[in-house]
T-cell receptor
Framework: DAGVIQSPRHEVTEMGQEVTLRCKPI?????LFWYRQTMMRGLELLIY????????DSGMPEDRFSAKMPNASFSTLKIQPSEPRDSAVYFC???????????????FGAGSRLTVL | TQLLEQSPQFLSIQEGENLTVYCNSS?????LQWYRQEPGEGPVLLVT?????EVKKLKRLTFQFGDARKDSSLHITAAQPGDTGLYLC????????????FGKGTHLIIQP
């Protein structure tokens, strides 16, 4: 398996522009997570889906952020409009669901580094 | 307020030395995990601990889950430059949703 695939790997954009980050989870994984990582705040959970259904989006910073999972093999995280404080590395991760005790294992993608000027 | 507090934040030691890093919380977790992250990559799972007091070994790495399941430690014996990286602990709250919460990590540098 190719693992979790994220695109783009790097994006530089100007304040006010729309940004769309994409994720393809591991085949057979039916739970998908979006995290944001910065030096100041570490890895923050933004939202996660089980069987394409959003379970917890309390980490989404504000209405400028939205995430969708139209099918089991694709998810997007959209920021509109983008702001400089959104600059971070955004990670997608997937796992199997339901989770058995001791088996709540996430496989992460390589991340999308976003810079908003 | 961070749910999982990791210490120290930064640690730089010489090759061959031993070290321990900590992951603490006031909350009880159903399980805790340790991940290692290298620059430009996503975190990779090292181990999962589930039972209070559990100890797991992975070559020179020893992981322990606290008896009350609120804390964990990672001990590295005879550290090597290849151990350099960001070590993250992550947990699932007992009785909570099953999303993983991460600590901010310990940045470890092993100098040759």
């Amino acid at each position: 398996d190719a693992g979790v695939i994220q695109s783009p790997r790097h994006e530089v954009t100007e304040m006010g522009q729309e940004v769309t980050l994409r994720c393809k989870p591991i085949s057979g994984h039916n739970s998908l997570f979006w995290y944001r990582q910065t030096m100041m705040r570490g890895l923050e959970l933004l939202i996660y889906f089980n069987n394409n259904v959003p379970i917890d989006d309390s980490g989404m910073p504000e209405d400028r952020f939205s995430a969708k999972m139209p099918n089991a093999s694709f998810s997007t995280l959209k920021i509109q409009p983008s702001e400089p404080r959104d600059s971070a590395v955004y990670f997608c991760a997937s796992r199997t669901y339901p989770v058995q005790a001791g088996a709540n294992v996430l496989t992460f993608g390589a991340g999308s580094r976003l810079t908003v000027l | 307020t961070q749910l999982l507090e990791q210490s120290p934040q930064f640690l730089s030691i010489q090759e061959g030395e031993n070290l321990t890093v900590y992951c603490n919380s006031s909350s009880v977790f159903s399980s805790l995990q340790w991940y290692r992250q290298e620059p430009g990559e996503g975190p990779v799972l090292l181990v999962t601990v589930v039972t209070g007091g559990e100890v797991k070994k992975l070559k020179r790495l020893t992981f322990q889950f606290g008896d009350a399941r609120k804390d964990s430690s990672l001990h590295i014996t005879a550290a090597q430059p290849g151990d350099t990286g960001l070590y993250l602990c992550a947990g699932v709250l007992r009785g909570g949703a099953d999303g993983l919460t991460f600590g901010k990590g310990t940045h470890l540098i092993i100098q040759p």
